[in-house]
């Protein structure tokens, strides 16, 4: 659970960014809002709003506590409400008077909330279904997302992918679901998802969708989605179902205990074609991996952070390319250990969340992968980060753009960059100005000793890598295209790193 509290007015409405993150992305928060006085309330009084009405939509639920003797009550129904079914951010709004008055404390042992119901068992006949679309699959594919991680269903995930030889494709907040060293993982599906996922799911016959919710950055063209499969969707929350995009076997219910029920039903397959097709994609579509680049390269600062780090570290992100090369190219052996902002997608979180989880985690090694542009949006955050001593590391991919905006305007706009070039701040001074020790990267040969240096220290550390300017995230697939139709990266040789494939 996160809580947050804020004053009134500016204090509440600065919240609301942050609680939409957590809407979209079903991550469990209790924000705690000041009011006017109850009997200011409606007269415009000073730094009055009306926050339960501004948050309505992003939240699963909110309240106005009007009786002291009440607030009890609405703390127990909020955090219950918020970890429970589908999590979410719950709001409090609390007038001054509310706050200052004195009641009886009793605290509640069990929340009162006869409508909220809960489907977690999955319905045995829909389960029985799905095993049986999976049992005569000839290639099917699993895409997991951020509900396995929610439900903590990674050994019933690996033991279904296990059992039957099933390709596992992650969201973008599906990532660390399943191992990402795993000769069954495709990696990341979608608009910057590898090329040999997106072949996966448009030649698939099955598709079995684990807790996600079919956005657009995943599907591409919905009419073009997975056209020639059938469609099997679990998911506590009924209303993702068939949302999007059209569900032949629907399940309603918690994972972990789905996958449960649906693993006791499926008979050992190996799917050998299907495999072979997949590692010939693999090979003949690998992620660019810029080894014939003397520039330096996002791709460069990954390798060498997934050295340094051996998959261990929890990674953080801000909103734009570096997000993506993140997503892409860290390797990751540990369980939900990467964090970012998927669906409002809002540029500088990677600061304050990889803060967070510092403090969550304290004996975690939590790497902040930036952009300059996504970084600039909450920089004020470093006097946080030294305030409170918290040992946060920062990896800024600096190329003096606005970096995903510029290569839409590059590759559909005639390198038309309006609005895109940067002028940032000296990183390195803006650091030592707070007291953080920091370094600046212009070369491929710096990167693994910066690195170490990073690591080394006790506090925070913060390295400014100075990217090629114009580098690009491939593959793309492009706006109104399938998911078959994604933009490779343009160049004569592409070189695979050695995969080191696990179970």
Known sequence: MGVCLATSGPGATNLVTGIANAYLDSVPMVALTGQVQTWFIGKDAFQEIDITGITLPITKHNSLVLDVNDLAEAIKEAFYIARTGRPGPVLID????????????????????PGYRLPLQGHPAQIRKAAKMINEARNPVIVAGRGVIISGAFQELKQLAESSQI?????????TAFPTNHVLSLGMGGMHGTAYANKAIDACDVLIAIGMRMDDRLTGQVSGFAPNAKIIHVDLDPAEIGKNVRVDVPIVGDIKKVLSALNKL????QHVEWINDIEQWRTKYPLYRATDCEQLMPQHIMKHLNE???GDALLVTGVGQHQMWAAQYYESNTVNSFISSGGLGTMGFGLPAAMGAKVGMPDKTVWCIDGD????MTLHELATLVQDNIAVKIAIFNNGYLGMVRQWQELFFKRNYVGTPLTCPDFVKLAEAYCIPALRVTTQEEVPGAIKQAMDHDGPFLIDFMVEPEANVFPMVPPGAALAQFMDQPKKEVTAWPRQNTL
Request: charged share 10%; aromatic share 8%; hydrophobic share 40%.
């Open 308 to 310: 340094a780090t051996h």
């Open 266 to 269: 499926i008979s050992a397959s």
């Open 373 to 376: 542009g996504s970084f600039q």
């Open 94 to 113: 609390i007038p001054q008077d509310v706050l200052t008055n004195i009641c009886e404390y009793h605290y509640p042992a069990h929340a009162d909330l």
């Open 167 to 175: 390709p596992v494709v992650n969201t973008l907040l599906g990532i």
